[in-house]
């Protein structure tokens, strides 16, 4: 699909950190689709030889890039959770710092061990602030987040800042310094006790969930990327600072192509898991909003919060997805590997938590044959995937005040249809039945 190219990007240099990342290739893909003369790209790894075999397959290798895959510019490789950013090299620091113009952080980390968010997520994002203060004419830090930093599940939440130290426990201050202690002494702890690898992952996990917990998050990714935007509110100076918190991640919608998609994500899960038969039931209230994202490319010029979600824009319900994954698997019915065809029931979704416990303690009784379900229903991760849409299909709804003023900017400017981002034009039916179950059926083969 051509595009026409955006005069505002020309001769800009563009930094994006963490280009592997699913919503992070769909950017550095459309800029270069739009505007080709970009020049840099940050990709986070260990070492070289690692980050040059992460980009090259996980980047260059990707269906995404087919159409312009020869106009990627350079590359360079950084880890943000060090000083200055990993660039060891001062020389190219410094090129860098006088040629960069914006600055894309989306370089983040579901990993759940406390310690490994702290240091991406946290540690990382004021590094990368660090850095763009030294840039000498850059004219915006535009930093990914999520949605799902708030721990409101009925109210409306607006496009606000937060403020540092702010929890959503009255009875808890959040001081970032005392959180890395606890991480220093917990890791201290275990070296003593010389724990093993898989001990000192699991203790680490648990206690990203209790500190989570204990200011009001429910989980260690949301609890980090929310202390990653305080670091970043808090000490931006007069840096144009934009946040773009974005909702559930569903595939692409028209661009490059529909239905690209990399890995099984939240939704998915649950809807693969019923098209294989091995899960016909869910929990959630039939009426609440799915909240969903598609590719979003804006670039504001203002310093705001955006919400990058449909909740208020005529989104799908959850009776909704019950129907298109029904409607879709009956036309299309999976076979399984002995070449037989899966036979599906209409899905059930139970909407209180007693009559969903109710339905597994009369069908799945035993302990191993429902370990044996669990594993089965979750892709191996059931915990992590049910919370997620426990929290996730719920029924607050993102304000997108500010998101609507900048779709009508784009508008004004006569950039809508290159930088197209309003679900009220999406046909939610047509767009789940034609482009992402496919798109997601067609990744897993």
């Not at 410094?94 to 894309?104: G, L, R, S, T, V």
């Not at 203060?133 to 535009?142: A, I, Q």
């Not at 019915?333 to 109710?358: A, E, H, Q, V, Y």
Request: glycine share 4%.
């Amino acid at each position: 699909m051509e595009s026409r190219t955006i005069e505002q990007f020309q001769g800009k240099t563009i930094l994006i950190t963490g280009a592997t990342g699913f919503l992070s290739k769909l950017f550095v893909e459309k800029i270069l689709r739009i505007q080709p003369n970009v020049k840099e790209t940050l990709i986070r790894a260990s070492d070289y030889n690692s980050a040059r075999k992460r980009f090259t397959n996980e980047v260059m290798m990707s269906e995404l890039f087919n159409i312009i895959r020869e106009k990627m510019g350079s590359v360079y490789f950084c880890d943000i959770s060090q000083e200055y950013m990993g660039i060891i090299n001062s020389q190219l620091r410094n090129e860098m710092y006088k040629e960069i113009d914006i600055i894309i952080n989306s370089a983040s980390t579901f990993d759940e061990r406390y310690n490994i968010a702290m240091n991406v997520n946290v540690v990382g994002a004021m590094n990368v602030l660090k850095f763009a203060k030294n840039c000498t004419k850059v004219k915006m830090l535009l930093h990914v987040s999520t949605a799902y930093i708030c721990s409101k599940t009925t109210e409306i939440i607006r496009e606000k800042p937060l403020v540092m130290g702010e929890t959503f426990n009255k009875n808890s201050y959040l001081d970032m310094d005392v959180e890395r202690t606890v991480i220093t002494n917990k890791l201290k702890e275990l070296e003593t006790q010389n724990a093993t690898p898989k001990e000192v992952t699991t203790t680490m996990k648990e206690l990203g969930i209790q500190r989570a917990k204990l200011h009001g998050w429910l989980y260690t990714y949301s609890f980090t990327k929310a202390m990653g935007e305080m670091i970043l509110g808090h000490f931006k100076e007069n840096l144009q600072l934009v946040i773009i918190r974005s909702t559930i991640i569903t595939s692409t919608y028209k661009e490059p192509f529909p239905g690209w998609i990399e890995g099984v994500r939240t939704l998915d899960a649950f809807i693969l898991a019923y098209g294989k038969g091995v899960l016909n039931f869910f929990y959630g209230n039939p009426d609440s909003k799915l909240d969903t994202h598609m590719k979003i490319i804006n670039v504001p010029q203002q310093v705001l919060i955006y919400h990058i979600s449909s909740s208020s824009r005529g989104p799908p319900r959850n009776s909704d997805i019950k129907h298109f994954m029904f409607h879709y698997f009956t036309k299309n019915p999976w076979i399984n590997k002995d070449g037989k065809t899966i036979k599906l029931t209409k899905p059930i979704l139970f909407s209180n938590i007693s009559s969903f416990r109710r339905h597994i303690s009369i069908h799945y009784s035993l302990l191993l044959k429902m370990l044996k379900f669990v594993n089965l229903v979750s892709f191996h991760r059931f915990d992590k995937t049910y919370e997620n849409m426990k929290m996730k299909m719920r029924k607050a709804t993102f304000d997108d005040v500010n998101t609507e003023k900048l779709r009508l900017t784009m508008k004004e400017i006569n950039l809508d249809e290159v930088l197209k981002f309003d679900p009220r034009c999406i046909n939610w039916e047509d767009y789940f039945m034609n482009t992402h179950i496919p798109g997601s059926v067609r990744y897993l083969f």
